[in-house]
């Protein structure tokens, strides 16, 4: 795990995976873009919502979900990072449409 902060983050190319601190789960990069950054097809709402020289905190609109892009061994292919419908949007419809910070190390 390392401080990155949002620069840092757009500087990643997409399908890229971020180590956590939990055992073999990653985190992906699925949209590198500056307006629709999101890391495990969650939108990154505020970025640098705090920084020290040592942690960057980024809030992000819903929890992310390890089971979707998280299994560390798995090499990702470009079908895992498209949208994936109704069915996907459906899920998550009844979500607040307020965000919340998380922190990513």
Request: aromatic fraction near 10%; glycine fraction near 2%; avoid cysteine.
């Amino acid at each position: 795990p390392q401080r990155l902060v949002f620069a840092d983050l757009l500087l990643l190319p997409r399908y890229s995976r971020l180590p956590t601190l939990l055992p073999d789960k990653t985190i992906a990069v699925t949209d590198n873009s500056r307006s629709n950054f999101t890391l495990d097809n969650v939108l990154l709402t505020q970025p640098d919502l705090y920084n020290t020289p040592s942690l960057a905190v980024h809030g992000v609109k819903t929890l992310l979900d390890y089971s979707l892009f998280g299994n560390a061994t798995m090499t990702p292919t470009s079908s895992d990072f498209l949208p994936v419908g109704e069915t996907w949007k459906s899920a998550h419809s009844a979500a607040s449409s307020s965000s919340a910070a998380f922190m990513l190390f």
